[in-house]
Nanobody, 122 residues
Framework: QVQLVESGGGLVQAGGSLRLSCAAS??????MGWFRQAPGKEREFVAT????????RNSDSVKGRFTISRDNAKNTVYLQMNSLKPEDTAVYYC?????????????????WGQGTQVTVSS
């Protein structure tokens, strides 16, 4: 059974940091990524990383603040979030891709986690 389980969300003050984790099980994945959805807004791409970790992509809104990484031995992908802003408040979703290459849109991923809430207070 394929599972993606996110953890690490919570409440943090503006300027603070959080690290999200996503533990994958059930199969091997190629690229993995993070998306987020704020209340009343569409889901948006945050970051993605290739299987080897050599290729990463970040959205413009998080460049220089968020870093995606992965540990294939642990089947886990991370999102280090620094200098958090109130506009980063959202449910963050982990996504995994079963096809070669990386993707920056939701349809490029095949499995999704349940999400973890990140709330940034001003």
């Amino acid at each position: 059974q394929v599972q993606l389980v996110e953890s690490g969300g919570g409440l943090v003050q503006a300027g603070g940091s959080l690290r999200l984790s996503c533990a994958a099980s059930g199969r091997t994945f190629y690229a993995m990524g993070w998306f987020r959805q704020a209340p009343g807004k569409e889901r948006e791409f945050v970051a993605t990383i290739s299987r080897t970790g050599e290729t990463t992509r970040n959205s413009d809104s998080v460049k220089g603040r968020f870093t995606i990484s992965r540990d294939n031995a642990k089947n886990t992908v991370y999102l280090q979030m620094n200098s958090l802003k109130p506009e980063d408040t959202a449910v963050y979703y982990c996504a995994a891709r079963t096809r070669l290459g990386v993707a920056v849109i939701g349809t490029g991923f095949d499995y999704w986690g349940q999400g973890t809430q990140v709330t940034v207070s001003s």
